[in-house]
């Protein structure tokens, strides 16, 4: 029956979606992870304050505008 070849395509669109949904989870794991070293070290090292932090999130707003959640606090 054809009804039941469709339902076969979709039952194939799942765990791929849900493949991509995770590999996509992950790699923006991986950058907060290195996002997080990196302010970690420089701030550790005395070369960023807080101010960097917060021109950082600025700078980040205006050149990633399709990215959201960096914010100070969350940086």
Known sequence: KLENQFNEVRKLNRPAK????????????????????????????SEWGESVIKNLATYLKKTKSDMKGFSTPNL
Request: glycine share 4%; net charge positive.
């Open 18 to 45: 849900r493949k991509a949904y995770n590999a996509a989870n992950k790699e923006l794991i991986d950058l907060y992870w290195s996002l997080g070293k990196l302010i970690s070290i420089n701030v550790n090292k």
